[in-house]
């Protein structure tokens, strides 16, 4: 089993549509959580982070953690055509160096 | 600030080549990273240097070397290439600030190198 799980997709959205990305851990004693975007040819870049249980907002992201459930999630809202890459999460356990990706979810947002 | 440079960006080998991926950060970073990335398999880590004359193995090493040659300098090479090595490859590196910023990973534009 893969140590972080997401859907690979991919999730098609219309424009304007909330975007909902899930993301699955094993490593119970993980303490750090990201989401990466990648554009197709380039290289991942950080959107979101976030450390603790519940929500956190930047603009239309919202990336939501629940350490019970091992889960995490990405919400884009009013999603643009402009959104559409693969999504990956990535997370860093107790060890502290290493950071784990997912195999990530392809994202398209037709007009 | 040209922030992480990897070269080359396109390599074709055949079986049995060597060659090196070179990597260089100017962000006084501690940490780097190489990963390699593969259709539906999200990027899976090499090797990693978590401070300059340190490295450790990641999920994937075998058939990898690598030296952190100075505190901006870490190379990954491949003594005697293979099909399955076929991948794009990344750098990243990591500062440890406090606050906002921190654990933030900084990537390479990639090194997309095919094995014949």
């Known amino acids: 089993?893969?140590?972080?799980?997401?859907?690979?997709?991919?999730?098609?959205?219309?424009?304007?549509?909330?975007a909902s990305l899930?993301?699955?851990?094993?490593?119970?004693?993980?303490?750090?959580?990201f989401w990466y975007r990648q554009y197709s040819?380039?290289?991942?870049?950080?959107?979101?982070?976030?450390?603790?249980?519940?929500?956190k907002e930047d603009g239309r992201f919202t990336a939501q953690l629940n350490k019970a459930s091992q889960y995490v999630s990405l919400l884009i809202r009013d999603s643009q055509p402009s959104d559409s890459a693969t999504y990956l999460c990535a997370v860093r356990g107790n060890a502290g160096n290493m950071l784990t990706f997912g195999g990530g979810t392809r994202l398209m947002v037709k007009p | 600030n040209a922030?992480?440079?990897?070269?080359?960006?396109?390599?074709?080998?055949?079986t049995g080549q060597s060659m090196t991926l070179q990597c260089a950060q100017d962000m006084n970073h501690n940490s780097m990273y190489w990963y390699r990335q593969d259709p539906g398999m999200g990027l899976r880590l090499?090797?990693?240097?978590?401070?300059?004359?340190?490295?450790?193995?990641?999920?994937?090493?075998?058939?990898?070397?690598?030296?952190?040659?100075?505190?901006?300098?870490?190379?990954?090479?491949?003594?005697?290439?293979?099909?399955?090595?076929?991948?794009?490859y990344f750098c990243a590196s990591r500062n440890r600030p406090q606050g906002a910023g921190a654990n933030v990973l900084t990537f390479g534009a990639g090194s997309r190198l095919t094995v014949l």
């Open chain 1, 1 to 18: 089993q893969k140590e972080v799980e997401q859907n690979s997709g991919p999730l098609s959205v219309p424009e304007g549509a909330i």
């Open chain 1, 22 to 33: 899930n993301c699955t851990y094993s490593d119970r004693g993980s303490q750090s959580f």
């Open chain 1, 41 to 55: 040819g380039k290289s991942p870049e950080l959107i979101m982070s976030i450390y603790s249980n519940g929500d």
């Open chain 2, 3 to 14: 922030g992480v440079t990897q070269t080359p960006k396109f390599q074709v080998l055949k």
């Open chain 2, 46 to 88: 090499i090797y990693y240097s978590a401070s300059e004359g340190t490295t450790d193995k990641g999920e994937v090493p075998n058939g990898y070397n690598v030296s952190r040659l100075n505190k901006r300098e870490f190379s990954l090479r491949l003594e005697s290439a293979a099909p399955s090595q076929t991948s794009v």
